[in-house]
């Protein structure tokens, strides 16, 4: 009778003294082994359940042009270099729903953007992620370190793509990256030295065979590896990275191979060149010369730009986008019970400062606050206030006795 009241697990027979743990329900017992292995049964059908790690379809009727209008819709201007980011998002697509049988491989197209600051990259990078159906993430290039260095390694980006999609490894695996600021991790001299360049040149070698594709040992909290650490193998080869970056002072690497083409006798419609946009010249030759090391470029083969901000795409910026910041004021002000107008002269007057900050897009915000931040402060405890204009001649004597005035233009 005593053996037989013992108590013992009840899917695999173990007695209380045979296990660690025995878990008591209403009349039956489990171990913790069985506890174990039922987790992994769970987890594995789970996985084989959910559509997004084995089914990736593009919406119905999206074409490249269809992706580029839902980018028009916060972003102005950049057609270039939203061209390119349709393109590229639709072929991943494509690729992902193709099925090699003894048949053409498709392999993937890296992108690498270059634009001034504030002209829209990561932006263009956030946006498409509201689009987009398959795990993305951002992550900043300036973190990463040679590896054994302080800092984090090149793995823990894809740790971040893992942390986007629930640690499902199926749907990682058919993911996009951006990485930010790339040109940071740009080597810091052509010639070698007795110094290792553990954030510059080592980082980029690190990301050589995980932009090609290969298999990848990613720490699934990220930061450093370690030896006692679970790893989780990640296969990279249909993993989309875009990179971008502002590359300061590539204009003038531009302009030198641009003026020294040609001794004495310049060629036809070489006198056309735009110099405000040098951009649009850029080739990878110039990007080695920045500081790329060739193995890097050559997997980045799409290199395309974003074009300079002039005042009427400021002006249009601050007003059309969905998101647009004028949109955004007239909100926070409309909760408040006070309607906000913003006269044409402003906006131009607001574009102006931007151009001479030299701020881009961003240098907006900062403005619009130094201009607002006074009636923020105060009507909201004047409650007759039902209205709030702003003209030109308002928005000069903000701004002139704000901070921002005191901000010296090189």
Do not use: W
């Not at 053996?3 to 209380?16: A, D, P, T, V, W």
């Not at 193709?98 to 270059?114: H, P």
């Not at 498409?128 to 370190?145: C, H, S, Y």
């Not at 990279?236 to 590539?250: E, K, P, R």
Request: glycine share 6%; hydrophobic share 35%; with cysteine.
């Amino acid at each position: 009778m005593k053996s037989r009241n013992q108590e013992h697990c009840s899917f695999c027979g173990k007695n209380k003294k045979e296990t660690v743990i025995l878990i008591a329900g209403i009349e039956a017992h489990i171990c913790e082994a069985c506890v174990s292995q039922a987790h992994d049964i769970l987890t594995e059908e789970m996985i084989s359940r959910d559509p997004k790690s084995s089914d990736f379809k593009l919406p119905e009727n999206i074409t490249p042009q269809g992706i580029s209008e839902y980018l028009d819709e916060y972003i102005i201007g950049q057609d270039e270099a939203k061209k390119y980011l349709a393109v590229a998002v639709y072929n991943h697509y494509k690729r992902l729903n193709y099925t090699a049988k003894n048949d053409i491989d498709l392999q993937k197209s890296n992108i690498l953007f270059v634009g001034r600051t504030g002209t829209g990259k990561t932006l263009m990078a956030k946006t498409i992620a509201n689009f987009l159906e398959v795990p993305f993430t951002i992550v900043d290039a300036t973190i990463f370190t040679e590896a054994g260095y302080v800092g984090e390694d090149v793995e823990s980006m894809l740790s971040r793509l893992l942390q986007a999609c629930d640690y499902d490894v199926e749907a990682a695996q058919k993911g996009i990256v951006y990485i930010d600021e790339i040109d940071k991790i740009a080597r810091k001299n052509d010639n070698p030295s007795i110094t290792r360049d553990v954030s510059g040149e080592g980082v980029q070698q690190a990301m050589l065979k995980m932009l090609e594709g290969t298999e990848v040992n990613v720490p699934p909290q990220g930061g450093r590896k370690h030896p006692e650490q679970k790893l989780i193998k990640i296969n990279t080869s249909n993993i989309l990275f875009v990179c971008g970056g502002a590359f300061d002072g590539l204009e003038k690497i531009i302009a030198r191979r641009l003026n020294t083409q040609v001794i004495g006798f310049k060629k036809e419609g070489e006198e056309n060149i735009e110099k405000e946009n040098i951009y649009q010249y850029i080739n990878h030759q110039d990007i080695k010369s920045f500081g790329l090391i060739p193995e890097l470029i050559g997997r980045l083969p799409v290199l395309t730009y974003l074009e300079p901000l002039d005042k009427e795409t400021l002006v249009r910026i601050l007003t059309e986008p969905k998101n647009s910041l004028v949109k955004q004021y007239k909100k926070l002000f409309e909760l408040e019970g006070i309607k906000l107008e913003i006269k044409p002269d402003a906006y131009e007057y607001i574009a102006e400062k931007a151009l001479e900050f030299k701020l881009g897009a961003r240098g907006l915000r900062s403005i619009c606050e130094a201009i607002l931040t006074d009636a923020m402060f105060e009507l909201p405890s004047e409650k007759d206030v039902l209205e709030l204009i702003i003209d030109k001649p308002y928005a000069v004597d903000k701004l002139s006795i704000s901070k921002l005035s005191r901000l010296k233009v090189a």
